[in-house]
C-alpha cells in the first residue's frame, strides 16, 4: 500500500487568499510530481521535482509554485487564489532503483480545491 | 509530442462480462505504456506496464493488456468484471522524465 498523504482532502476558499497543498511521502521516493485533473479532461504535470532542493515545471502552465525542502516533503503554494484554480490536484512519486525507471508512479488521494 | 487517445468516455458493462478499453498513443520512441485505475474519491494506482518484451502483459485484479506497435494501441482487457471493476481507468505514455495520461475512461458495472 502507498505510503503518500495530502492533505487537506477538500479545501473551499475565497478569492485571493493563500493556500497550501500539503504532500507527503514515506517511501523515500526522490521524484516528486504534482498532477492537475479535471473531469473529463486528462492529467496535466504542472510540477516535479528530482530530490532536495529541485523544482520543475511541468507541461502546464500553472501560477502555484513548489519547493523540496526535504525529500518526504513536497508542498504546493497559491498565492492568491482565483476561481481558474478550482480543480483536483494530486500529488505523486516515484522510485528508482539505481538508474532503472520502475515506471510506477504512486499517487495520494488528491485535494480537491473550490475557489470561490 | 507525446500524447494519449481513449477514445471512449464512459463505457458500461454488465457484472460477468468481458471488457475491452482502448488506447491509442502517439510516441517518437518504443514507449513505455501503463494503465491506471482510480477508485472513487482515491488516487490513482497501477494496474500494469510494458517496457519491452512480451506483448502481452499481466496486472493486478485479473487484468491485462497487450501492445500493438503497429496500430500504436495498449488497449486492456477483463475476461469477467466484478462490481468492484468500477472506476475511472488511465491510459499513460512516457519514459523516465514524464508520463502523459489519457483522459480516461469512466466503467460502469450493471447487475
Known amino acids: 500500500e502507498a505510503d503518500i498523504y495530502q492533505t487537506p482532502r477538500y479545501l473551499v476558499i475565497g478569492t485571493g487568499k493563500k493556500i497550501t497543498l500539503e504532500c507527503s511521502q514515506t517511501?523515500?521516493?526522490?521524484?516528486m510530481y504534482w498532477y492537475q485533473q479535471d473531469p473529463g479532461m486528462e492529467l496535466h504535470l504542472i510540477h516535479y521535482s528530482y530530490g532536495v532542493n529541485s523544482t520543475e515545471k511541468g507541461d502546464l502552465s500553472s501560477e502555484s509554485t513548489v519547493s523540496r525542502i526535504r525529500t518526504e516533503h513536497f508542498p504546493l503554494t497559491l498565492e492568491s487564489a482565483r476561481p481558474s484554480h478550482t480543480s483536483q490536484y494530486l500529488c505523486a512519486s516515484s522510485e528508482y532503483r539505481g538508474t532503472q525507471f520502475t515506471g510506477e508512479l504512486f499517487f495520494g488521494e488528491g485535494s480537491r480545491l473550490t475557489v470561490l | 509530442a507525446q500524447s494519449v487517445t481513449q477514445p471512449d468516455i464512459h463505457i458500461t458493462v454488465s457484472e460477468g462480462a468481458s471488457l475491452e478499453l482502448r488506447c491509442n498513443y502517439s510516441y517518437g520512441a518504443t514507449p513505455y505504456l501503463f494503465w491506471y485505475v482510480q477508485s472513487p474519491g482515491q488516487g490513482l494506482q497501477l494496474l500494469l506496464k510494458?517496457?519491452?518484451?512480451?506483448?502481452l502483459v499481466q496486472g493486478i485484479k485479473g487484468f491485462e493488456a497487450e501492445f500493438k506497435r503497429s496500430q500504436s494501441s495498449f488497449n486492456l482487457r477483463k475476461p469477467s468484471v466484478h462490481w468492484s471493476d468500477a472506476a475511472e481507468y488511465f491510459c499513460?505514455?512516457?519514459?523516465?522524465?514524464?508520463?502523459?495520461f489519457g483522459t480516461g475512461t469512466r466503467l460502469t458495472i450493471i447487475p
Open positions: 517511501m523515500g521516493h526522490d521524484k
Open positions: 499513460a505514455v512516457g519514459d523516465e522524465e514524464k508520463l502523459t
Open positions: 510494458y517496457f519491452s518484451g512480451d506483448t
